[in-house]
């Protein structure tokens, strides 16, 4: 479709968009539940970073006054003994304008030993400091003297007073303590309360792709946290030309939105129950590069876009004291299939992460939702499959 009929579906929708409120969550569809169906595999029962076994996640979101907002959300891999129990990991750099704690020693040892926080940019030290203390202060760890927490974030300075430093300790329990492997929650939740995507509101968003059987039939999950810029595509059609610019958008509001640049970041958080060393974890996670890549990101130089994948499976985790039990690692060859899941998955995910955002006004302004009353009815005109309404 050209785009001069892209603009005409915006005209036609566009008075009685800005004459309604914006949507709430409970209005808001996931992609796919809006028809909009990303490759060929199928997603698990969840669609979410939760279906590869043992996964957990949990979000804390903090907001107060009329400044802060911000969040944590935690990725635990696995309920065991963590520490004990590490996991092979791998972690990718697409652009590396970001402050990723812990990054050096997952590249060198190929593991990971706590579970994975995401915050905004100044809350990472706070975040890691109190994900130290926590796990220190487990049964059995009295003489641990060494520690890597991961901690990966994106900019909420926006909508967020960043300076103020608000997450605290008490954040960070609260989104370790509630992780669970039932958790779904997207949109403007935990460390995506305040973040923005192509210059609307992002967030959190997860999505999960099945291999078929005779390829292992193996879960690949995947979790975002969206802050970033370009040209907003979706399911191959670039919707981002001919939508409106969000502050034309916020006509009605006398607060301004935030220019629609391409610096920003994300983090992309990549599970699998399949059995994959830290070799080839790198090389799937380079993939997930492919699904962001597709939604128009520009991967500017101010933009940090970093990847970290972990298996959960039991034979390939590395005990401390001895290895209990260990299985083949899959070869080069069986790779092609989950590759082509990570990469669809961080599509979906990302599309997740606006689709269920809500309208967040904070420290700078208002980031408005992605109007899916202009976006749907793009979609269709380019006969992507979906509904009548959203």
Known sequence: MGRHLLKACVAAALLSAALSAFATEASRPRARDAGIVIGTLQPGPRNALVDVPGVQVGHATVIEGDAVRTGVTAIVPHPGDLFRERVPAAIVVGNGFGKLLGVTQVQELGELETPILLAGTLGVWRAADALVERQLALPGMEQVRSINPVVGETNDGYLNDIRARPLRAEHVRAA???????????????????????????????????????????????????????????????????????????????????????????????????????????????????????????????????????????????????????????????????????????????????????????????????????????????????????
Not at 302 to 324: C, K, L, N
Not at 360 to 373: D, I, M, R
């Open 176 to 390: 370790l303590d509630g992780a669970s492997t039932g958790n779904v929650d997207e949109g403007s939740i935990g460390a995506g309360t305040g973040t923005i995507a192509f210059g609307w509101k992002g967030g959190i968003g997860t999505s999960s792709r099945r291999i078929a059987p005779d390829a292992g039939g193996y879960t690949v999950g995947v979790l975002v946290q969206s802050n970033f810029g370009g040209r907003l595509t979706i399911a191959g059609v670039p919707v981002g030309d001919a939508l409106p610019d969000p502050q034309a958008y916020l006509a009605l509001a006398p607060d301004a939105a935030p220019p629609s640049t391409g610096d920003g970041s994300i983090m992309i958080v990549v599970a699998t129950d399949a059995p994959l060393d830290d070799r080839l974890l790198r090389r799937l996670a380079t993939r997930a590069l492919i699904g962001l890549g597709r939604t128009g990101a520009s991967m500017s130089n101010g933009s940090g876009d970093y990847v970290i994948a972990f298996s959960t499976a039991p034979g390939v985790r590395r005990a401390t004291d001895a290895v209990t039990h260990r299985v083949e690692v899959l070869s080069n060859d069986a790779m092609t299939p989950l590759f082509v899941a990570v990469a669809d998955a961080t599509e979906e995910a990302i599309l997740n992460s606006m689709f269920r955002a809500t309208t967040v006004s904070g420290h700078q302004g208002t980031v408005p939702a992605l109007p899916l009353e202009l976006v749907l009815p793009m979609l269709r005109q380019s006969n992507v499959q979906t509904p009548a309404t959203p």
